[in-house]
């Protein structure tokens, strides 16, 4: 009887409603004071629900001319009406959805919410990128990032900028590790992670890092995924700029994409890094700083 009350309800009969319609199918017919008394619900109720039932199409109301008052008797319809009612219901919801479709594109330019480009900023520039840096350097280090990485070259922003960002990220992080990096894996990104990981072992140890060992995954700028947030940075050839975009339904797809890619990469581990051998651009650096090093100490000493 609980599931059959719990799906009255859902269909949209209220408890008392339930209870009357319940009593009623039990009878051919059956006059509203009988209902009243085999319900215990006061009579005026009874006729008001009586009323409700008959505009739902559940039962129909008859009436008889009896030797002194004219006398009403329910009737409750087949409870298969129960179901022509929902088929009815759902024809009606779907003519009405195809109404609704063709206004519903003048009520939402209409709605104050539904204003155009409020949400993309545009920064162009060396500068752009600059303010999108500092825009992500003020996120919440227990604020979770997606991060595609696709290791941007020294030649637009030069290398000391560059690395003094990886460097500021790589502590900004360091309270929690809340930075999950996808990587392509390629020729240019081993590079870059054998430079960086030699200039500071720590360089993976503050984000998680994985990769794709794909050339379909084909990387050419990097995207910062948080909260309602995408920040696009674009620093190659003549594409110098940055975009910051506040949608919680591109951010959503911007990281439903990343997490699906993210089960099937593979750990970056200081083993592989090991395993591709010194990087030469640093080895270069170091040796021409242990030149120059050289060199002012022995200026150092003949000027003593």
């Known amino acids: 009887m609980d599931a059959i009350r719990k799906t009255l309800s859902e269909f949209g009969l209220s408890d008392n409603e339930i209870t009357v319609y319940l009593e009623a199918i039990k009878h051919t017919e059956i006059s509203p004071f009988q209902l009243a008394r085999l319900t215990k619900i006061p009579r005026t109720t009874v006729y008001d629900i009586m009323m409700s039932l008959a505009l739902k199409g559940l039962i129909t109301v008859k009436t008889s001319q009896g030797l002194e008052k004219q006398q009403s008797w329910i009737v409750a319809k087949n409870p298969s009406v129960l179901r022509e009612t929902i088929c009815k219901r759902r024809e009606d919801l779907i003519r009405l959805e195809v109404d609704v479709v063709d206004v519903l594109s003048t009520l939402k330019s209409s709605s104050p919410g539904n204003k155009q480009g409020d949400n993309l900023r545009y920064l162009p520039g060396k500068k752009g990128i600059e303010e999108a840096y500092s825009f992500i350097s ?6 979770q990032i997606y991060f595609f990485d696709h290791l941007m070259p020294m030649d637009a922003l030069g290398k000391d900028y560059v690395n003094k960002e990886v460097s500021q990220l790589l502590v900004r992080r360091v309270a929690k590790k809340q930075a999950k990096t996808l990587l392509s894996l390629n020729d240019w990104t081993r590079h870059v992670i054998s430079y960086q ?10 984000h ?3 990769f794709i060992d794909n ?3 084909d990387l050419q700028n990097d995207t910062y995924i948080f909260l309602d947030k995408v920040v696009t ?3 190659k050839d003549e594409e110098i700029w ?3 975009l506040t949608s919680d339904l591109v951010a959503h797809s911007f990281r439903s994409i990343f997490l699906t890619l993210w089960q099937t990469a593979t750990p970056l581990t200081p083993s592989l890094i ?10 270069m650096e170091k040796k021409r700083f ?3 090093f050289s060199t002012y100490n022995e200026k150092l000493r003949n000027t003593r």
């Open 215 to 217: 050339p379909l995954f």
């Open 233 to 235: 940075i674009c620093a």
């Open 274 to 283: 090991k395993s591709w051998g010194e990087n030469a651009f640093l080895k």
């Open 290 to 292: 242990t030149k120059l």
């Open 197 to 206: 990981y030699g200039r500071d072992k720590s360089y993976i140890d503050f």
């Open 138 to 143: 003020e996120v919440p280090p227990d604020v």
């Open 242 to 244: 940055a975009s910051i």
């Open 208 to 210: 998680e890092y994985r």
